[in-house]
């Protein structure tokens, strides 16, 4: 599954150079490729296996093996993040892309530069939210605990309607930051946690 990335751009390359048709409907052919092929695969994954939401999972889980392969199928955005600063150029165009993720975000939300997210499929946002520079909404998390074994969660990130997440701050799986509230520059939100009234809050972690 690493190499799907690689794999999947060098096709898109070789349909492209191949095909019989003009210049315009080849380079619309390559837009829908990369932008559209991802997507739709991941959505077909999530039809037939389920959404990877899980604590504790190992790597031979089932939860895992999905993660991980969503994981591989978003991989040239998470290395070439200029494809999805393109997006953000058109207002409303790169809410709507990550709703073809399975995503729930509004095109009404605004994404500032460099902003990381994760797993788009698992990322709700409301309208009129601000996601700061450098931010990141992250939903999974890997840990070793002490017997070696890297454990993972994967559980939604929901940003309300009218929040702020500042500069070079995150929220991790299972977080939730309420609405019309603002996460402080560089605060950091461990798993399962609830932003409001200017201060964080623990979740109960699911079963």
């Known amino acids: ?5 690689l794999t999947y751009l060098a096709a898109g390359a070789a ?3 191949l095909v019989d048709v003009g210049t315009g409907a080849r380079v619309a052919l390559g837009i829908a490729w990369l932008y559209l ?8 994954v999530l039809a037939r296996f389920g959404t990877p939401t899980c604590t504790d999972a190992v790597a031979g889980d089932r939860a895992y093996r999905v993660w991980w ?3 591989q199928i978003q991989m040239p955005f998470n290395r070439i993040g200029v494809l999805e600063e393109l997006l953000r150029l058109v207002p409303g165009l790169y809410g709507t892309w990550l709703r073809l993720w399975g995503g729930r975000v509004s095109p009404f939300a605004f994404f500032a530069r460099d902003v990381m997210v994760t797993e788009r499929y698992l990322i709700e946002v409301g309208a009129g939210a601000v996601i700061g520079s450098y ?7 890997v840990s070793v ?5 890297a454990r993972l969660t994967v559980a939604p990130v929901v940003v309300e309607s009218g ?7 995150g929220l991790g799986p299972g977080c939730r930051l309420a609405g019309g509230e603002t996460l402080p520059v560089g605060r950091l939100l461990p798993p399962f946690t609830t932003w409001s009234g200017g201060r964080k809050h623990a979740r109960s972690r699911p079963a």
Do not use: E, Q, W
């Open 1 to 5: 599954m690493g190499f799907f990335p």
């Open 15 to 17: 349909v492209v150079a």
């Open 37 to 44: 092929g991802p997507p739709l695969l991941a959505r077909l």
């Open 69 to 71: 392969l969503l994981t």
């Open 135 to 141: 931010a990141g909404l992250v939903a999974h998390l």
């Open 145 to 149: 605990g002490g017997d070696g074994v």
């Open 163 to 169: 929040a702020v997440v500042g500069i070079r701050a």
